[in-house]
């Protein structure tokens, strides 16, 4: 016999497991346009590298290649967040969108590797300006419990096609060639983003009135808990930066691992953290950020570490896991960001955070490329050093 639901009936299945894994509106859409263009991307984004060297790039250029990534990184941050305060969320995921593009056409139509820089001031508009954006929709969509788990899913849907997609690009340029393969890899994202583009037509959200405080006024609403954050997320930062774009080249130059099996790695890599990202963000969310951290910042410093210990493809596979694992509490540390924020000042107050992070790193992947030259090992064991101090930084000044 059917009967009427009332008030008191439990919610249905549905409900509850958009409940527990915080899949607000607004929040899948803005998850799901990184997931759309981050599958695009990552088709090629690993291998730039190697697709410099192959334009005629030196590895110290390739270094620079690095810091000019860092650099746009730091000073698109603020800007991002302002425009995401001043135009509103949606508005402002339209214009990254569309500068992104832009960038993709000059990487795929440059003759040269000095039309690669072009294109990346273009191309980092979606990756570091819609940053702020992103944190400001979670922060804006979800309460204090549930934020944690928000930026899982968020970084879920980011990681998921990182997976899947070196692989299907590192397939793509053993068979087509460097150059081919990554022009072939560019042509598939523009047909994403143009996906992409009718995916944030869904986010409607509103955010508090736009207050015209200042980039100072910014700083000075920062609590010293976000101050000393900061501060220690600088060191793992430049031991992350020091290496990232020598990886590929280490694994495949110096220990001879094809550019399909680095692809597995990175496939490898990404798979263990999205293993550990639900169960981790929940605990967050219960017992607090602050053991996940520690834990993430730990990984950071052994994974440059572990890459020059191992000898063979069995050690790069714990190396990779490692590196999987410095993600164990990345949504707990961008949720204690937002959670510090001020409301009206929220994608500002990241946007600020990210810019400061970004220039104080700046100068870290030329210096890795620089002591590449020293020894192809010293570059790695100099970004374990820095992680090792951003480590005990952390855990002696940070309290939640």
Same mark, same amino acid.
């Not at 859409?29 to 410099?52: D, I, M, N, R």
């Given at each position: 016999m059917n009967r009427k639901k009332t008030l008191n009936d439990p919610p249905g299945r549905r409900a509850r497991i958009a409940n527990y894994l915080?899949?607000?509106?607004?929040?899948?859409?803005?998850?799901?346009?990184?997931?759309?263009?981050?599958?695009?991307?990552?088709?090629?984004?690993?291998?730039?590298?190697?697709?410099?060297?192959?334009l005629g790039a030196s590895i110290p250029v390739i270094g620079l290649f690095g810091t000019a990534e860092d650099f746009f990184d730091a000073i698109y941050q603020y800007p991002g967040g302002w425009i995401a305060d001043r135009f509103g969320r949606r508005r402002a995921f339209f214009i990254f969108l569309s500068l992104a593009c832009i960038g993709y056409l000059v990487y795929l139509l440059g003759?040269?590797?000095?039309? %690669?820089?072009?294109?990346?001031?273009?191309?980092?508009?979606?990756?570091?300006?819609?940053?702020?954006?992103?944190?400001?929709?979670?922060?804006?969509?979800?309460?204090?419990?549930?934020?944690?788990?928000?930026?899982?899913?968020?970084?879920?849907?980011?990681?998921?096609?990182?997976?899947?997609?070196?692989?299907?690009?590192?397939?793509?340029?053993?068979?087509?060639g460097i150059v081919t393969g990554v022009h072939l890899g560019l042509i598939i994202t523009l047909a994403i983003a143009a996906m992409t583009f009718l995916l944030i037509r869904l986010i409607n959200i509103t955010s508090e009135a736009h207050h015209s405080t200042n980039i100072f006024g910014v700083w000075d609403s920062f609590q010293s808990e976000l101050k000393r954050l900061l501060i220690s997320d600088i060191f793992i930062r430049t031991c992350e930066g020091m290496t990232d774009v020598l990886v590929i080249l280490y694994v495949t130059n110096v220990l001879h691992v094809s550019v399909a099996r680095f692809g597995t790695l990175l496939a490898i890599l990404f798979? %263990?953290?999205?293993?550990?990202?639900?169960?981790?963000?929940?605990?967050?969310?219960?017992?607090?950020?602050?053991?996940?951290?520690?834990? %993430?910042?730990c990984a950071f410093a052994l994974y440059p570490l572990s890459i020059i210990l191992a000898h063979n493809f069995a050690?790069?596979?714990?190396?990779?896991?490692?590196?999987?694992?410095?993600?164990?509490?990345?949504?707990?540390?961008?949720?204690?960001?937002?959670?510090?924020?001020?409301?009206?000042?929220?994608?500002?107050?990241?946007?600020?955070?990210?810019?400061?992070?970004?220039?104080?790193? %700046?100068?870290?992947?030329?210096?890795?490329?620089?002591?590449?030259k020293v020894t192809p090992q010293t570059p790695f064991v100099m970004a374990g050093a820095f992680g090792v101090a951003g480590v005990f930084i952390f855990v002696a000044t940070v309290r939640e």
């Open positions: 915080s899949l607000e509106r607004n929040v899948v859409a803005a998850s799901g346009a990184v997931f759309l263009l981050g599958f695009g991307e990552e088709l090629w984004k690993k291998f730039l590298p190697k697709y410099l060297q192959a003759p040269s590797w000095p039309f %690669t820089f072009v294109g990346l001031a273009f191309v980092m508009a979606w990756q570091s300006m819609a940053s702020p954006a992103i944190f400001a929709v979670i922060g804006d969509a979800l309460p204090t419990e549930k934020r944690a788990m928000g930026f899982s899913i968020q970084s879920i849907l980011k990681r998921v096609p990182i997976v899947i997609a070196p692989v299907i690009g590192g397939i793509i340029i053993a068979s087509r798979l %263990t953290t999205i293993l550990i990202y639900l169960p981790a963000a929940k605990a967050a969310d219960r017992v607090g950020r602050r053991p996940f951290i520690i834990a %993430t910042f050690g790069l596979v714990i190396a990779f896991i490692i590196g999987g694992l410095r993600e164990i509490g990345e949504p707990a540390r961008k949720a204690m960001i937002v959670d510090f924020a001020q409301s009206q000042l929220r994608a500002r107050s990241v946007g600020l955070y990210y810019l400061l992070r970004s220039l104080a790193i %700046t100068p870290a992947a030329a210096i890795g490329g620089l002591l590449w």
